[in-house]
């Protein structure tokens, strides 16, 4: 797995501190992208939190995801989460270190309690003595929140500087596009009110051995969940159960529980878990399975094997004003482009963490990851293998057919109504479930022009 190294320079630890005023959360920020560029130390926010211990239990649950591995337990992972302003709320996201683990907590607008949040992304410093303090916050104190440094000055060479080197997974990062990819295409399953939330979530951190590691699936019935033996319809999959024991942290405040997926199919996949809080949401998703990471799962190589899909992210990203909420027709209409041809910039834009996927609001959102672009896309293996095959001259065209020359061997790809179907194993395994194999993407690039073919009859 490709790793590298990224240095995050806080100006301080973030910490929680105490005085006869109140207690008052600063959370120190790590070059960040603004509507005004790349800034050392953005400032997003200073006020109140209108439920301050729910916020900080909220807080540590993200932090529980970027500090766990829930596959290969014995490997390190420890990851500082992202905050993002939108204007009226505050995100707070992380992934674990196995990619199968997306968590959000969404602070909304009705939870904020000072001048108006501002916009951007950045690392935020969450340290061990700071969940300390923060797992012993108790009753409603007032808690005031700052998010960025005390002033607004440019930190200089001469100011103490707290650097972390964080070994960043490029998986880590293609994970965020997946997750959104998954997102987008789920629905409301179900939705509990907390006396049902709390008694179906509490006893999943109890699981243990296979069973809190094996797919389950679960059914709507009446205003609860119960578990069903097989995938029957409007089934909801649950993969590894004690995966959603960050939940934990808040179940005891929780309004509602909310439930989504996609349709049930008879085969794992993913799911969304959004705890509803006072003036918050908390929201888990799960990859398919505990052994497989959202990194692998290929929803959005059809759209990076585009050259439309390119320069259509490249005019839509300078449309975008982090919104926290995006909507596809809009901006169809300001670009010019088709709804599809959107989208499908939507989930490029998506691969360079410069989008997300809201299930409540079922909008984008506008965020910026302050990572490298093009990272996702120049180390996703099957996309990197596709290009190669294209431009070797591997693929030969024969209408709806194509032949594709590979090591030594030669697979027929298949199009369909559009979609592509290969004689390879790969295909054989997952049928088209984790996204189009790399024989497959080499013709769908190829029929789109991007390369030139090596021969058509």
């Given at each position: 797995?490709?790793?590298?190294?990224?240095?995050?320079?806080?100006?301080?630890?973030?910490?929680?501190?105490?005085?006869?005023?109140?207690?008052?959360?600063?959370?120190?920020?790590?070059?960040?992208?603004?509507?005004?560029?790349?800034?050392?130390?953005?400032?997003?926010?200073?006020?109140?939190?209108?439920?301050?211990?729910?916020?900080?239990?909220?807080?540590?649950?993200?932090?529980?995801?970027?500090?766990?591995?829930?596959?290969q337990?014995?490997?390190?992972?420890?990851?500082?989460?992202?905050?993002?302003?939108?204007?009226?709320?505050?995100?707070?996201?992380?992934?674990?270190?196995?990619c199968?683990?997306?968590a959000?907590?969404?602070?909304?607008?009705?939870?904020?309690?000072?001048?108006?949040?501002?916009?951007?992304?950045?690392?935020?410093?969450?340290?061990?003595?700071?969940?300390?303090?923060?797992?012993r916050?108790?009753?409603?104190?007032?808690?005031?929140?700052?998010?960025?440094?005390?002033?607004?000055?440019?930190?200089t060479a001469?100011?103490?500087?707290?650097?972390?080197?964080?070994?960043?997974?490029?998986?880590?990062?293609?994970?965020?596009?997946?997750?959104?990819?998954?997102?987008?295409?789920?629905?409301?399953?179900?939705?509990?009110?907390?006396?049902?939330?709390?008694?179906?979530?509490?006893?999943l951190?109890?699981?243990?051995?296979?069973?809190?590691?094996?797919?389950?699936?679960?059914?709507?019935?009446?205003?609860?969940?119960?578990?069903?033996?097989?995938?029957?319809?409007?089934?909801?999959?649950?993969?590894?159960?004690q995966r959603?024991?960050?939940?934990?942290?808040?179940?005891?405040?929780?309004?509602?529980?909310?439930?989504?997926?996609?349709?049930?199919?008879?085969?794992?996949?993913?799911?969304?878990?959004?705890?509803?809080?006072?003036?918050?949401?908390?929201?888990l998703?799960?990859?398919p399975?505990?052994?497989?990471?959202?990194?692998?799962?290929?929803?959005?190589?059809?759209?990076?094997?585009?050259?439309?899909?390119?320069?259509?992210?490249?005019?839509?990203?300078v449309?975008?004003?982090?919104?926290?909420?995006?909507?596809?027709?809009?901006?169809?209409?300001?670009?010019?482009?088709?709804?599809?041809?959107?989208?499908?910039?939507?989930?490029?834009?998506?691969?360079?963490?410069?989008?997300?996927?809201?299930?409540?609001?079922?909008?984008?959102?506008?965020?910026?990851?302050?990572?490298?672009?093009?990272?996702?896309?120049?180390?996703?293996?099957?996309?990197?293998?596709?290009?190669?095959?294209?431009?070797?001259?591997?693929?030969?065209?024969?209408?709806?057919?194509?032949?594709?020359?590979?090591?030594?061997?030669?697979?027929?790809?298949?199009?369909?109504?559009?979609a592509?179907?290969?004689?390879?194993?790969?295909?054989?395994?997952?049928?088209?479930?984790?996204?189009?194999?790399?024989?497959?993407?080499?013709?769908?690039?190829?029929?789109?022009?991007?390369?030139?073919?090596?021969?058509?009859?």
């Open positions: 797995m490709t790793r590298s190294v990224q240095a995050l320079a806080y100006s301080r630890p973030s910490a929680l501190l105490s005085s006869q005023a109140g207690q008052s959360l600063g959370l120190e920020t790590a070059g960040g992208l603004t509507p005004r560029g790349a800034e050392p130390h953005p400032r997003f926010f200073e006020g109140f939190l209108a439920s301050p211990h729910i916020a900080a239990r909220g807080l540590l649950a993200v932090a529980d995801v970027a500090s766990a591995r829930y596959y337990r014995s490997l390190h992972a420890s990851l500082d989460p992202v905050v993002t302003g939108n204007g009226d709320r505050l995100r707070f996201e992380s992934f674990s270190g196995c199968g683990v997306y959000r907590l969404d602070v909304l607008s009705e939870g904020l309690e000072g001048v108006e949040t501002g916009h951007g992304t950045t690392n935020v410093d969450v340290n061990n003595p700071l969940r300390e303090a923060l797992s916050t108790a009753g409603d104190d007032p808690l005031h929140l700052r998010v960025g440094p005390e002033e607004l000055a440019v930190t001469r100011e103490r500087v707290v650097e972390k080197k964080i070994p960043l997974p490029d998986r880590w990062l293609r994970g965020f596009a997946e997750a959104q990819v998954a997102s987008a295409a789920f629905d409301l399953r179900a939705e509990l009110p907390a006396a049902e939330a709390v008694r179906f979530l509490r006893p951190s109890r699981a243990s051995g296979a069973a809190s590691r094996a797919v389950q699936w679960v059914v709507p019935a009446g205003r609860a969940l119960r578990p069903t033996s097989r995938p029957a319809p409007g089934a909801v999959c649950l993969p590894g159960p959603l024991a960050a939940l934990q942290r808040v179940l005891r405040y929780a309004t509602a529980l909310r439930v989504y997926g996609p349709p049930a199919d008879g085969v794992p996949a993913s799911s969304a878990w959004e705890v509803v809080l006072p003036g918050m949401r908390l929201t998703t799960l990859s399975e505990v052994s497989r990471g959202f990194s692998g799962e290929g929803g959005v190589l059809e759209a990076l094997a585009t050259d439309d899909a390119a320069a259509d992210a490249e005019l839509v990203s449309l975008l004003a982090w919104e926290p909420r995006i909507e596809p027709a809009e901006l169809a209409e300001r670009s010019g482009l088709p709804v599809e041809r959107v989208r499908a910039a939507l989930t490029r834009l998506g691969t360079a963490g410069r989008v997300g996927y809201d299930l409540a609001d079922a909008a984008y959102f506008h965020r910026e990851l302050p990572y490298d672009a093009d990272r996702a896309e120049r180390h996703n293996p099957r996309l990197v293998a596709a290009r190669v095959l294209a431009r070797s001259g591997a693929v030969t065209l024969d209408g709806d057919l194509a032949a594709v020359a590979s090591a030594d061997r030669r697979y027929q790809v298949r199009e369909h109504n559009g592509l179907s290969c004689t390879c194993p790969w295909w054989a395994d997952y049928r088209g479930r984790r996204g189009p194999c790399k024989h497959a993407l080499a013709v769908r690039m190829v029929r789109r022009g991007a390369v030139p073919a090596g021969g058509t009859r």
